[in-house]
């Protein structure tokens, strides 16, 4: 168990909806990372927000866009879904002492867009 | 542009050696690592290398040189356990890590 948890484990909705994913990172971790992975694939960097405020952008589509709230805690909104946007949505948190940190992921969203 | 490349699949036996390999293009450099995923999982730290040289941890040992922008992932004694995806991963300038495609290994009794 790394610490970091995300809810919901599966989502499942249609074309053009819109969801939320929710992140909590491990106690005292500043820093929250988003990523998508879709299948067989590797990870993509979407998003990283330190204490707050965003840090570093990926590969991030318009339709989607994060947020870190005061109690660190994370949520990825994805809009106007399409079906390449079925994934797994993986959270990671990492202390941010510099360049030598780990990140710790979360066990992932699998969103389900029909 | 920036890119690592790592093999897409390698095959080896139970308790034989395989080496994974990562070579990297970014606009800077403050680290490699070495992350596994079990397929469905999610992906876990396995090492990290800021400096040229081998750092062992158990069965796993990671390298790296710079100078050729070049770095490996050792497994040893290979268990059936072992089987899962492993991914490269440079820390850029800036604070995001850049990912390799990552490398399915499979292995077989």
């Known amino acids: 168990d790394s610490g970091v948890t995300q809810t919901p484990k599966h989502l499942i909705t249609a074309t053009g909806q819109r969801v939320t994913l929710r992140c909590s990172p491990r106690?005292?971790?500043?820093?929250v990372y988003w990523y998508q992975q879709s299948l067989d694939q590797g990870l993509q960097f979407l998003i990283q927000?330190?204490?707050?405020?965003?840090?570093a952008k990926g590969n991030i589509l318009e339709r989607f866009s994060a947020q870190q709230f005061p109690d660190l805690h994370s949520e990825l909104n994805l809009s106007s879904l399409e079906l390449g946007d079925s994934a797994l949505y993986f959270c990671a948190s990492s202390a941010d002492r510099g360049y030598t940190d780990t990140q710790y992921f979360g066990p992932g969203t699998r969103l389900t867009v029909l | 542009g920036q890119s690592l490349e790592q093999p897409s699949e390698v095959t080896a036996v139970e308790g034989a050696i395989v080496q994974i390999n990562c070579t990297y293009q970014t606009s800077g450099f403050y680290g490699l690592s070495w992350y596994q995923q079990h397929d469905g999982g999610a992906p876990t730290f396995l090492s990290y290398n800021a400096l040229d040289g081998l750092e062992e941890t158990g069965r796993f040992s990671s390298f790296l040189s710079r100078s050729d922008s070049y770095g490996y992932l050792l497994l040893q004694e290979l268990q059936m356990k072992d089987s899962a995806s492993y991914f490269c991963a440079v820390r850029d300038i800036g604070y995001q890590l850049i990912w390799g495609a990552g490398t399915k290994l499979i292995i077989k009794p």
């Open positions: 106690s005292g971790d500043l820093s």
């Open positions: 927000y330190y204490n707050g405020e965003e840090r």
